[in-house]
């Protein structure tokens, strides 16, 4: 296994299916320009090739599926049954839900078994100044029909001062009546937050949530695995609740996180802009292909970040969030 001096290693590995996305959010968006041109990105054969080499190479066991908007992506009918096939412990897949509907047969015949849905508002008004599109209804739809097929579900929910500080609780309220775990993402100083006051002004910190769920719950601190990114809360004969606390507890000492842009580059590090093209690599056989990915890894690793994360320009559907 391939370490650093932290002891850090890869095992859990984000792929962006596409740079594409159907919303364009205030917070991860300056608006809601292409990124990359379609021709630019992998194929889905090519992403599965990667996906397994990182597995034998990097020993990567968990995967998410992200972007851009995995469901968007055309790529995602040919790239899932067969990903799922892989010797992987956990795929999960990141989405904004806007297709869940119709995509929701797609994922369950795959065998998916987990999904995260990002929604930051239960208003719909409020929903489509934060996504700048989109509706709340279908996203809704999308959500209830995963569910019923079985599937486990978390919600992403970004707390703003200024735009969704009020669904806080009504959020919460919402997934524990569902049994989902919802889970507060601290705004992180990515894209054009970064160096700008926006982020500054809308910045909402662990212990303000916690400060607002107290007003109404009783809850305990609960164990979460070694290398999560989000602390995690029991609220007794209700359910769970996590905050991943970039800033106020970030965790980048215990992360495993690699990721893969649509463009065939890897990241070691969130809070890093340098990548590593893999594409060469993903023509090559496989006794050529192990020792140009392994090296590739051992300087991919040497960009994490020792202890905080301290923001990046990179926009995180270009890297998958
Ligand atoms: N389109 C999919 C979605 O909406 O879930 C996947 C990609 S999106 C970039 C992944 C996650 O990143 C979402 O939960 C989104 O809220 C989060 N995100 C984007 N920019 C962020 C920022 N500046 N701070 C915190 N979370 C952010």
């Known amino acids: ?37 379609a021709r630019a990105e992998l194929s889905a054969r090519d992403m599965v090739r990667a996906v397994s080499l990182l597995i034998d190479v990097a020993g990567i066991d968990k995967l998410r599926i992200t972007g851009g908007e995995p469901l968007l992506s055309p790529k995602l009918d040919a790239f899932l049954p067969q990903v799922m096939r892989l010797p992987l412990k956990d795929v999960g897949l990141t989405t904004n839900g806007q297709l869940l509907a119709r995509k929701a047969e797609l994922l369950v015949r795959s065998g998916l078994k987990r999904i995260n849905v990002s929604l930051d508002t239960l208003d719909g008004a409020r929903f489509r100044n934060i996504a ?3 509706d709340l209804d279908s996203v809704l739809a999308g959500i209830d029909a995963v ?49 700008n006051t926006q982020f500054q002004r809308d910045f909402v910190g662990m212990d303000e949530i916690l400060e607002l769920i107290d007003s109404r719950y009783e809850f305990a601190r609960t164990d979460a695995p070694f290398d999560s990114t989000a602390v995690r809360f029991d609220i007794p004969g209700r359910g769970t609740f996590g905050i991943i606390a970039n800033e106020s507890e970030p965790f980048c000492s215990s992360c495993t996180r690699l990721r893969l842009s649509s463009n065939g580059r890897l990241y ?3 809070s890093n802009a ?9 023509e090559s056989a496989d006794d050529e292909a192990r020792p140009a990915l392994a090296a590739i890894l051992t300087r991919a690793l040497q960009d994490k970040q020792p202890l905080r994360f301290s923001g990046e320009v990179t926009v995180m559907k270009f890297i998958g969030g």
Do not use: W
């Open 268 to 270: 070691g590090c969130l």
């Open 147 to 195: 569910a019923a097929a079985g599937m486990k579900v978390k919600i992403n929910m970004v707390p703003m001062r200024t735009a969704n500080r009020d669904q806080i609780l009504p959020m919460l309220d919402f997934c524990l009546d569902r049994g989902f775990e919802l889970r507060y993402i601290e705004l992180m100083k990515m894209g054009h937050l970064n160096g």
């Open 132 to 134: 700048r599109t989109g």
């Open 274 to 282: 340098r990548s590593h093209d893999i594409t060469p690599i993903l």
């Open 1 to 37: 296994m391939i370490t650093d001096a932290h002891g850090r290693a890869f095992r859990n590995l984000r792929i962006s299916l596409t740079a594409a996305c159907n919303y364009a959010c205030t917070y991860c968006v300056p608006d809601g320009k292409r990124l990359l041109p």
